[in-house]
Structures are given as C-alpha cells and as structure tokens.
C-alpha cells in the first residue's frame, strides 16, 4: 500500500538514450575516466577554448577514446564535431559555440563508470568463485583417492611404553635436570 492509501506509480522501465547507449558499451575504465575529465572541464569552465578541443593526437586521448569507437560516437551524440581539417596530421574534436554541457552529462558518465566497474567485478566475482569450487572438488578428489589407495590407520593408534630407564613414568625430576634437592641453585 502506498503513502496515504496511495498506490504506488508504476512507472515505465527508463529506455537509455543513443548516448547512455554509447557509454555502456565503452570497455575500459580508463576511457571513461579521461571521458569523464574532458567533459568535466568543458562543463565547469564553458568559455575556455582549450577545454573545447579534444586532440586525438594527445597520447592518453589516442590511448583510450581513440581506440573506443563507442566514445568518439558518444562524443558526436553530445554534439561535438569531428573536424574535417588535420591538425599534427589528425583529426580532432571540436564543440561548437552554441552547445554547452551540463553536469547532468558529467553524471551520466559517472553512472557508466559505476555500471561498468560492477560489472568487471561481478565477471571477476564470479570467475573466481567458479574456480574456488573447481579447486575445492579437485582437491577432495585427489583426498578420496589418496584414502582409496591407502590401509587402514588403526595400527598408530596402539599405545606404546615410553623410554625410561626405570620403566615408570616419564617423570624427570630436579635432581635430572641439574638442580640440587636444597633447593639451592
């Protein structure tokens, strides 16, 4: 029952939009992470010319969002333009004057980011569990094998007289170890 005899909405499933789309298919942190920083900068400081031109030259951008097509068609979803004209012999991203990003797009991103690394570490979770269970049925294998191959252990279990020159029990005494009956070191 809802608030106040309210039934609770039914909302529709939310549909992901061509550019959440794009972001979920994104394969590494790392290219999320430099995504992330670059429309970052663009939204704080919207002005700033040199946080509206993305390089594909620059090492890390190579690296991660050039390897990504998912990123570069993310990029072009968000309304940046891939500049016809080579600069340092590539092409580069440019976003123009009139489009300006949001902080809703740098959470948008982020969501992406939290999406993928839970789903690395559900893949990792449970591999390794899979591999635990198949090291444990192995390993209880080999113990019923091993116990299969082996004679009873009941001939260590009969009790056997201790060394002592007196055949009593293995008492030692003072007097044994080097001190005197005195009590005197």
Excluded: H
């Excluded at 994104?26 to 946080?51: D, G, H, R, V």
């Excluded at 004209?85 to 948008?108: C, I, S, Y």
């Excluded at 094998?145 to 293995?170: F, T």
Aim: net charge positive; with cysteine; proline share 6%.
């Amino acid at each position: 029952m809802g608030y106040a005899g309210y039934v609770p909405a039914k909302l529709p499933p939310n549909k992901a939009t061509p550019f959440q789309q794009a972001l979920s298919t994104i394969s590494t942190i790392e290219a999320l992470e430099i995504f992330e920083k670059l429309i970052y900068n663009t939204a704080i400081q919207p002005k700033e010319a040199k946080f509206r031109k993305i390089k594909l030259s620059n090492n890390k951008i190579a690296s991660t969002i050039g390897t990504e097509p998912s990123a570069q068609e993310a990029l072009q979803l968000m309304g940046w333009e891939l500049s016809q004209e080579e600069e340092d012999g590539q092409p580069f991203f440019t976003l123009p004057a009139k489009k300006n990003l949001t902080m809703a797009d740098v959470r948008q991103i982020q969501e992406a980011q939290t999406n993928l690394k839970k789903a690395i570490a559900e893949g990792k979770r449970s591999k390794s569990s899979r591999k635990l269970v198949e090291d444990l049925r192995s390993a209880m294998e080999n113990d019923r094998r091993e116990r299969a191959g082996q004679e009873p252990i009941q001939g260590a279990l009969v009790a056997q007289a201790l060394p002592n020159a007196n055949n009593g029990p293995n008492v030692a005494t003072a007097k044994d170890v080097g001190m005197s009956s005195d009590g005197c070191c």
